[in-house]
């Protein structure tokens, strides 16, 4: 049995709480709950009360010797962090690329070259699991560093089944083994395999015939993935793995309109995805139909700017009615980074979410986007007691103050991890 741990006095204690349950939008995304002078009292890696530092003091007083207590010294507690897309487990790295792209290449010119997602794909594949596990705890523990306490990982650089499966396996031992939370996406079609070029429709079949049904078997992912671009797969492609893979008790999400306008967006309402991811190019009617349908926008400022590209047009997703959550994108060619307090600061300044947005959109939104809403993304009782203590009085400051890690302490399910 853990000592429970008393937090106080926290200036603003963000606790994310709403009356609105589900993916927010609109005005519902500026409300975090702020509790001024808040206090938590953790047990058993839950959270057991909220409040001021007042009211707990009136109830847990009598207990607060068997307590480790916290004292906040007037700073910022929130959720901890969620980063709901990143491509987190993959084998070898690709620095050199960053110089080509600077040098004017283009990044569907290097993957055609047989660079990009082919070169991480070569080199996943020629790794062993050991491997795989070893260079990602790196990774994530430097997601804890930066407040994040639970990211989604998503397979897609094997392309065969041995390869996706020994991805999706790696994420099961880190799950098991690591503090972070890892949920689990199946992503075969993340790229065309060299093999199958001009084949498409083939490694489509083969996918659905072989790949869904061993991964569905080993209860390996909970959500299915696919690239749908121009030179990679159409809608109608995309939109047969999707409704295969919900057959196997799969949930879609899509990557869409990241590099042209394609119709993602306009398909992810369609099938019902949980999320449309990217959207740099989202059409109007796009945005209309994820607004109706209730289809979270996962957007990703840092591979918009790392790219050099425009970032999504967030403001108006917002505007219209579109839940949007933020998340790094964490993969090795276009966002190598764990920093989810950069993301935070790139939505204001890219995409022109206000500071309390962006951190509802990397918080509770994000949450939603992987299915987390009722354990984590807020602070409320029952929940995990994932928390972020920062070095900031507030979280206008915490977004002011940019490209700087301002965790100052970190707890997973009631542990301190940092
Ligand atoms: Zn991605």
């Not at 509790?35 to 409040?51: F, H, M, P, T, Y």
């Not at 935070?344 to 949450?367: D, G, H, Q, V």
């Amino acid at each position: 049995m853990t000592k429970p741990i008393w937090i106080k006095h926290a200036a603003q204690l963000a606790t994310l709480a709403s009356d609105v349950k589900g993916p927010r939008s609109k005005e519902a995304m500026s409300d975090l709950g702020i509790i001024e002078d808040g206090s938590l009292w953790i047990e058993d890696g839950i959270i057991q009360a909220v409040g001021t530092t007042k009211e707990l003091e009136k109830h847990y007083s009598k207990r607060g010797d068997e307590a480790e207590i916290v004292n906040a010294m007037n700073h910022l507690v929130t959720p901890g962090l969620v980063d709901p897309h990143t491509h987190v487990v993959y084998g070898g790295s690709r620095e050199h690329e960053f110089e080509m792209r600077l040098q004017g290449a283009a990044y569907m010119d290097i993957m055609n070259a047989g660079g990009g997602i082919h070169a991480t794909t070569r080199m996943t594949r020629e790794a062993t699991e050991d491997e795989l596990f070893e260079q990602t705890i790196r990774r994530l523990d430097s997601f804890l560093a930066h407040g994040v306490t639970t990211v989604e990982g998503k397979s897609g650089y094997g392309m065969n089944l041995e390869t996706e499966l020994k991805q999706l396996r790696v994420m099961k031992r880190l799950q098991e083994q690591h503090m972070i939370d890892i949920v689990p996406t199946f992503m075969g079609a993340h790229a065309v395999p060299p093999d199958f070029k001009e084949r498409e429709d083939e490694f489509v079949d083969y996918l659905i015939r072989d790949m869904l049904p061993v991964i569905a078997e080993e209860k390996l992912a909970e959500f299915n993935d696919v690239f749908c671009e121009k030179g990679v797969y159409t809608p109608e492609q995309a939109e047969r793995i999707l409704e295969a893979g919900k057959h196997f008790g799969l949930i879609p999400k899509i990557h869409a309109d990241e590099i042209e306008s394609y119709g993602g967006a306009e398909l992810a309402a369609k099938i019902g995805a949980i999320s449309a991811e990217h959207l740099l190019k989202a059409s109007e009617a796009g945005i209309q139909a994820m607004a109706k349908s209730g289809t979270i926008a996962c957007l990703l400022p840092a591979t918009a700017l790392y790219l050099r590209e425009q970032a999504a047009q967030g403001r108006k997703m917002i505007d219209e009615g579109v839940a949007v959550a933020i998340s790094t994108d964490c993969n090795p060619g276009s966002s190598p980074t764990t920093s989810m307090p950069l993301v935070m600061n790139l939505a204001c300044i890219s995409m022109r979410l206000t500071p309390a947005e962006s951190l509802t959109a990397a918080t509770y939104n994000a949450a939603c986007a992987i299915n987390r809403q009722e354990q984590v993304g807020s602070l409320e009782v029952g929940k995990l007691a994932d928390i972020v203590l920062w070095n900031t009085k507030s979280y206008q400051e915490l977004q002011y103050l940019f490209g700087v890690n301002h965790v100052k302490s970190v707890w997973k399910k009631g542990v301190k991890v940092v």
